[in-house]
């Protein structure tokens, strides 16, 4: 059922009402392709994109971020954290993205809570942008069941009819009270007549017919297909082409592995603990004491990675470790692909 009924140009004011209390960050064009961006004007954004290169993860999990500062005295120890909660706006997320950020509230609330993560969530709104087709070749949002999102989204858009002239008419979900009175209190849109629940019935069947499956069969039996292929030759003669870059891991927006290390000032009395991204594609990444490497080998490493977006994140969070967006298969320069990967191993077996 929708909230509401907003046309683009009322939602681009609104955003630029946004922009004096939040950053905005949404999709910005880069010569042929879109990253997202923080902006300083809503008319830098393109809210008709198809993809971005990367997720919006950096905007709440940052490739490298000061944990704590710390000083040292004579008998003394002390610390102070540094936490990021500036108010945050992401414009225009897509569904895979939606869920990708599902899996890392999960991961960072879980057990540990990750103040830091759990900060800067706590101080971004999301306005989610529905897809009503495949935004480009090669993804398998459908499969992972990532080409909706039900939550994690303050208000979500579906783009449910355009004038061909970048005017378009949106059916919006509200999915948060924060969402809905965002739109409520601003008086924006029109409340949606029976009419424009029937378009909208339409527009969900038409996106069901324009995503195609690419796995033939069913990503919840994943998990055992991985099960059964631990030992398969598949792994090395694929990984042969590996040049173990990591790009796989970095252009990815479920990954969440991090190293932390302290940078120490010139007096070595006062520094810093900071974290970066770690990749487990990278040689080092299993590293450990004694220089004993737990995966040396490429193909141990490209399997724990498919091991992990398929089965063990699955079982332990309930929810898929990938959601289909391909960014790992456009960023790898020697073409290994995760959807032969699947198919490959289903056939082996
Ligand atoms: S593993 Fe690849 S397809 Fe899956 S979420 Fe990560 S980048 Fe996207
Ligand atoms: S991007 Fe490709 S070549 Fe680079 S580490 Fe990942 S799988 Fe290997």
């Known amino acids: 059922m929708l909230d ?31 990253f997202y961006e923080e902006v300083r004007s809503v008319r830098e954004l393109d ?13 709440l999990f940052p490739p490298t971020e000061t944990l704590f500062q710390f000083q040292t005295q004579p008998g003394a120890f002390k610390t102070s954290a540094v936490l990021e909660d500036r108010p945050q706006a992401f414009i225009g997320v897509h569904p895979c993205d939606l869920n990708a950020i599902r899996l890392l509230d999960r991961v960072f609330s879980r057990d540990h809570r990750d103040e830091h993560y759990l900060t800067r969530r706590a101080a971004t709104m999301i306005v989610g942008i529905d ?28 783009p449910m009819s355009g004038d061909g002239n970048g005017q378009v008419t949106y059916g919006v979900m509200f999915g948060t009270k924060a969402g809905r009175e965002w739109l409520l209190y601003n008086q924006v849109g029109r409340a949606p007549t029976v ?44 990984a042969r082409r590996c040049y173990s870059c990591g790009s796989c891991n970095l ?25 970066e991204w770690d990749g487990c594609q990278l040689s080092t990444f299993a590293l450990v004491a004694g220089e004993h490497n737990f995966r040396s080998k490429p193909a141990s490493r ?15 969070e309930g929810i898929s470790g990938c959601v289909g967006c391909a960014r790992c298969d456009r960023a790898c320069t020697a073409k290994i692909n995760s959807v032969e990967i699947y198919n490959q191993l289903a056939e082996e077996a």
């Open 302 to 316: 490209l399997r724990h990675r498919i091991y992990r977006k398929g089965k063990w994140v699955r079982e332990r």
């Open 47 to 59: 809210l008709d994109f198809d993809y971005c290169v990367y997720g919006p993860r950096a905007f």
């Open 195 to 238: 009419e424009d629940e029937r378009a909208f019935k339409q527009y969900q069947q038409k996106k069901a017919a324009a995503f195609s499956p690419k796995i033939p069969y069913d990503v919840e039996t994943l998990p055992e297909l991985l099960d059964r292929s631990y030992d398969s030759l598949l792994w090395e003669a694929t």
């Open 4 to 34: 509401r009924i907003v046309e683009k140009n009322e939602l681009v004011e609104l955003i630029d009402e946004l922009s004096r209390e939040r950053t905005i960050i949404g999709p910005v064009p880069r010569e042929d392709r879109y």
């Open 251 to 275: 252009s990815c927006p479920t990954c969440y592995c991090f190293n932390v290390f302290d940078e120490l000032d010139l007096t070595l009395a006062a520094g810093e603990r900071k974290r």
């Open 131 to 158: 897809c009503p087709s495949e935004c480009t070749e090669g993804v398998f949002c459908t499969d992972m069941k990532s080409n909706s999102a039900e939550e994690g989204f303050d208000v979500m858009c579906y």
